[in-house]
């Protein structure tokens, strides 16, 4: 997740799936940074319009 005032990020484990623990940061530089991975990864993406 990201937003204007903090950001949350949820580890994958080896097998792929999800951890149940999250790590949440509020200051800027973090969400600034959070912004530029979300970014790069954005721009090599392909959108998912059919399952």
Do not use: A, F, H
Request: glycine content about 2%; aromatic content about 6%; overall charge negative.
């Amino acid at each position: 997740m990201q937003c204007d005032t903090c950001i949350s990020l949820r580890p994958l484990i080896n097998d792929s799936t999800v951890d149940n623990i999250r790590l949440v940061n509020t200051n800027p530089e973090v969400i600034q940074w959070g912004r530029e991975l979300l970014e790069y990864y954005l721009k090599d993406s392909t959108p998912i319009t059919e399952l």
